[in-house]
């Protein structure tokens, strides 16, 4: 009986521990034998995307928040980590090529920390961290939810990139940061660093994904499931579910940083293109299609939704939109457990389980006082009897 | 598995052991309100209610529909601004959050059973127990069953089913999961709403039973609207009309009062009636 | 004074053009709780009805009174087509729906840009409306001050609709009360269908009317979706009045803050304030008050 708790929340231990010791090997034995170096790059950029994923998969899957607007956290991520790698290559006091060419030639003050390595790492972290966690905190305790939490954090998306674009002396506007050498120390020019890049991607990701286990089987994992179907009832118990939605939106912050200031010396380029209103939903398909509620779903959705990008825009420039919107389309109105609930469906009907399936929580129903919300019942969760 | 609510036998022993003994408490909770006055805009659902309730006094409040009964326990809780007083022992509750004032030991259930339909019983009930814990525990899985969970689950004759989904509960299973999460809670001051609405014979005294073992240690307020249930195990009853109290006392006090008698038998309705509709919309 | 009586006038402008684009999902997302993504491709629509039609007619006067109640239709059908395939099967699930009607908007994009081309085009300004006019001191533009006219027409035939027609009767008693009204013998499947298809073909309208600004194209919608959703979660819902109230907010707040720094910076500063205003008041400014515990 225990070990059919533990398989309705996450994964049984064992099974867990098979498909991790799996991954790991493709990851660092098979993967890096298989692929040419730039398919191996490709893969490593991928992972920095699945890694926001795994994140938008607790707040978003678990904690029933819609963020649309991950993108300002990988791009925060990114950004600090960009500025340190121009700094790095202009070297000691030295200015960054171009802000020489658009700007006065000095470096502002906010660059400086990120001189800096070890600044720029716990920056990568602090800032993404502390923006989400006031933000958080400012709209959770205010009830701000659902489909308002959704718009705001688009909003915010929208602002961040303005904001970049604006502040072409020192943010690189619309063409952003690129052109970097090296990354601490090491030539990103030379095959083996690049590999070495993509080990460390395969290895972040993989403790994100034991994070988010961890974060999933733990009692905060079910408080948080309990805070998205009925964040109202938690609150009767004494419990104050902006403490649990501010953890659970910082976790995913840091997660997207994470991944951008990854993406950064994998890709060798971020700009506002990668952080804005379009790129930060387009985060959303492959937690979508892979499963929100589940563990692996947003990771390998994630990178097979990137995966698929890139060959279909190889051949066919349009068709990767078409394909793009379909999929918005097809899974999340006819699919909204993901291919994941597939295989849960099979696994559950040969076990006879009852299938808690993920459909969307209450607690994103209609914002707050919404008259439509009157014809539902006085219960705590306000669903209807 | 729905059909399993053969489980009315409750375990007095667990319900005692969940408890605690009265003696070893000392304690002598009481709620007392006093103007306690609720308005939606123009429309005034509570008015000037005084009301208090002891420890060992299990109160029933009845009344027609949109008498304000409700909308008290919505007051108390926070769910709904008050002006006026309402305190349990020496804490005063009205302006607090909600969920302190849940820590300070009120807790409630819901008209509709509200509990966390994709968790499973036991998940319900451990979470219920859990409003204190530190970060470092919430970050854990969860070891051994705490005590007081193992003890509700028997209390509450859930403990065949810990492992099912609480969605999947039977409607009366689901009423008796909120009481047991109001039990782990470890609330001093508990409000039911209708908690044998649609519950079998057997199960309204199982039910009951319960309620009265419950009612001698807590502070426990009942709002119910069958009368006979109510005959069975009210110590006292208050009835409330138009947002106020009409009458106070026991049972058969009550059944005697001429203003109760005329609120039931249909005197002719007073202006305003029907505004106050609102409440069970 | 010189310089406010510009700033001032930039922002109602703004704040016109905010409200064309936020009327619509006033309705569907205020009214009936669905978020449109869709809705600026809608806008989109509009656009380029404007431009398909002028070049039919040729003369810029009278294809823009020919697109105007043209652009309603189309996105109104647009809107109508959307809720009968996707959107009411998932009235449950808005969250849902959001990222539905973005995977709509990106198709509807990625047609236009097959259709028409990706490159923006010019759709010409009516004679009527060149030049400016001048008070104060300050020219006006005729074109912004048609926009501003439209904006409050709309605002009146909407508020008009709401409360005198008997189908604005019904749309208000669905959204008070779907179970009753449904009880009383209103269709709600009926109703929600008007409702959209006249949220939708105010976003139509929306569009025609940019092109009076400046050149379109198939991301025309993204660049107004956001602010048209801040502007109706910072009004209100429910009420038409808080969006009202919105859109010139935040038009004379862009317009004064960018004044004062840089249009990017003024955008951000417009998105701290709302987020500011919604601690003081989470539901909006208008706030429709019910006992409902949603």
Redesign the interface.
């Known amino acids: 009986m225990t070990q059919r708790l533990t398989a309705l929340l996450a994964p049984g231990r064992t099974r867990a521990l098979a498909g991790f010791a799996l991954a790991a090997v493709v990851l660092f034995a098979v993967a890096p034998v298989l692929l040419s170096p730039f398919r191996l790059g490709l893969l490593a950029k991928f992972l920095c995307l699945a890694m926001v994923a795994v994140g938008i998969g607790l707040a978003w899957g678990r904690g029933g928040l819609l963020t649309l607007g991950q993108g300002v956290y990988f791009g925060l991520g990114a950004y600090v980590m960009a500025m340190h790698l121009k700094l790095a290559d202009a070297g000691p006091g030295g200015v960054p090529d171009f802000m020489s060419l658009y700007g006065t030639g000095e470096v502002p003050w906010w660059w400086e920390p990120m001189r800096s390595p070890v600044a720029t790492v716990a920056l990568v972290i602090l800032v993404p961290a502390l923006l989400a966690g006031v933000l958080g905190w400012a709209v959770f305790t205010r009830r701000v939810r659902g489909a308002y939490f959704a718009i705001l954090s688009q909003a915010l998306a929208a602002a961040f990139a303005i904001l970049l674009v604006g502040q072409q002396q020192t943010t690189g506007g619309t063409n952003g940061l690129n052109g970097f050498r090296s990354f601490f120390g090491y030539d990103l020019a030379d095959p083996v660093n690049q590999r070495m890049l993509y080990l460390v991607a395969a290895g972040v990701l993989l403790a994100m994904v034991l994070v988010a286990r961890q974060l999933m089987v733990s009692r905060f994992g079910e408080l948080l499931v309990a805070v998205r179907d009925a964040e109202d009832r938690v609150r009767f118990l004494g419990y104050d579910p902006a403490v649990a939605k501010t953890t659970v939106y910082v976790v995913a912050a840091v997660m997207a940083a994470v991944g951008g200031a990854l993406f950064v010396p994998v890709v060798g380029i971020v700009s506002p293109a990668d952080v804005g209103v379009v790129p930060s939903i387009g985060f959303l398909v492959g937690v979508a299609i892979g499963g929100r509620a589940t563990l692996l779903g947003p990771v390998l959705g994630a990178i097979a939704v990137s995966w698929a990008q890139t060959s279909i825009s190889e051949q066919f420039p349009s068709g990767w939109i078409y394909f793009q919107g379909a999929l918005f389309v097809g899974v999340v109105a006819f699919l909204p457990g993901g291919l994941a609930s597939l295989l849960g469906r099979r696994r559950r009907r040969g076990r006879g389980d009852a299938a808690p399936a993920p459909e969307e929580p209450e607690t994103t129903a209609p914002p707050s006082p919404v008259p439509a919300g009157a014809h539902t019942g006085r219960t705590a969760q306000g669903r209807q009897p | 598995m729905t059909d399993q609510t053969t489980a009315v036998e409750h375990d007095p022993g667990a319900t005692d052991a969940l408890l605690g003994p009265d003696s070893a408490r000392f304690r002598h909770d009481y709620l007392e309100a006093r103007g306690l006055r609720v308005a939606f805009g123009g429309f005034v659902a509570v008015r000037d209610v005084d009301l208090t309730v002891a420890q060992g006094d299990l109160r029933f409040l009845i009344g027609p529909n949109g008498a304000g009964k409700t909308t008290l326990i919505d007051a108390v809780t926070g769910l709904v601004p008050a002006t006026g007083s309402a305190r349990l022992g020496r804490t005063e509750l009205l302006g607090r959050g909600t969920h302190r004032i849940a820590r300070h030991g009120v807790g409630r259930t819901f008209q509709t059973a509200s509990v966390f339909e994709e968790l499973t019983v036991l998940q319900n009930l451990d979470i219920a127990a859990g409003a204190r814990r530190g970060p470092l525990t919430m970050l854990r899985r969860r070891g051994a069953v705490p005590e007081a969970v193992e003890q509700a689950l028997e209390v509450v004759g859930l403990a065949g089913l810990r492992d099912t989904p609480a969605g999947v509960l039977a409607h009366g299973q689901k009423q008796w999961l909120e009481i047991g999460m109001l039990l782990v809670q470890d609330a001093h001051l508990l409000f039911l709403d209708e908690p044998v609405a649609g519950m079998t014979q057997a199960e309204r005294e199982a039910t009951g039973d319960l309620l009265r073992r419950i009612g001698s240690q807590r502070v426990v307020v009942v709002v119910e609207h069958d009368m006979e249930f109510l005959r069975a195990f009210a110590d006292s009853v208050t009835v409330m009309h138009q947002g106020r109290v009409l009458a106070e006392g026991t049972v058969a006090e009550v059944q005697r009062d001429p203003a109760v008698v005329e609120v039931y038998l249909g005197a002719p309705a007073q202006p305003g009636t029907a505004a106050t509709t609102k409440e069970d919309a | 004074m010189d310089t406010l009586l510009p700033q001032l006038f930039a922002g109602l402008s703004l704040g016109s053009v905010l409200l064309l684009a936020a009327l619509g999902l006033a309705l569907t997302?205020g009214?009936?709780?669905v978020?449109n993504m869709a809705h600026g491709e809608f806008m989109m629509a509009g656009a380029y009805t404007a431009f398909v039609v002028q070049g039919l007619l040729g003369d810029p006067g009278a294809s823009l009174l020919v697109a105007l109640p043209l652009g309603f239709v189309v996105g109104g059908v647009l809107g109508l087509v959307l809720e009968a395939t996707?959107v009411h099967?998932?009235y449950?699930?808005?969250?849902?729906t959001?990222?539905?009607t973005?995977?709509?908007?990106?198709?509807l994009?990625?047609v236009a840009?097959?259709v028409f081309g990706a490159p923006n085009i010019d759709v010409a300004a009516p004679g009527w409306l060149s030049g400016a006019v001048t008070v104060a001191g300050v020219a006006l533009p005729k074109t912004r001050l048609f926009i501003l006219a439209l904006a409050v027409v709309c605002v009146a035939a909407l508020a008009f609709a709401l409360r005198a027609t008997p189908l604005g009767r019904r749309i208000r008693a669905v959204?008070?009360?779907?179970?009753?009204a449904e009880a009383s013998g209103i269709s709600s499947r009926g109703t929600d269908r008007m409702t959209f298809f006249i949220g939708s073909g105010l976003a139509g309208v929306a569009g025609v009317a940019l092109t009076l600004l400046g050149s379109i194209g198939p991301t025309l919608g993204?660049h107004y979706i956001?602010?048209a959703?801040?502007v109706v979660?910072a009004g209100g819902?429910?009420q038409i009045k808080g969006t009202v109230v919105a859109a010139t907010a935040l038009g004379l707040m862009q317009a004064f803050f960018e004044y004062s720094t840089?249009?990017?910076?003024a955008?951000?500063l417009v998105?701290v304030v709302?987020?500011a205003f919604?601690?003081v008041r989470?539901?909006g400014l208008v706030?429709?008050?019910?006992?409902?515990?949603?």
């Open positions: 997302f009214q009936m709780g978020i996707l099967r998932m449950h699930r808005p969250l849902d959001l990222l539905v973005w995977g709509v908007a990106l198709l994009q990625q840009r097959d959204v008070q009360n779907r179970d009753l993204t956001v602010d959703f801040l979660v819902i429910g840089t249009a990017s910076v955008k951000v998105f709302v987020i919604l601690q989470p539901q706030t429709v008050r019910t006992r409902s515990l949603a």
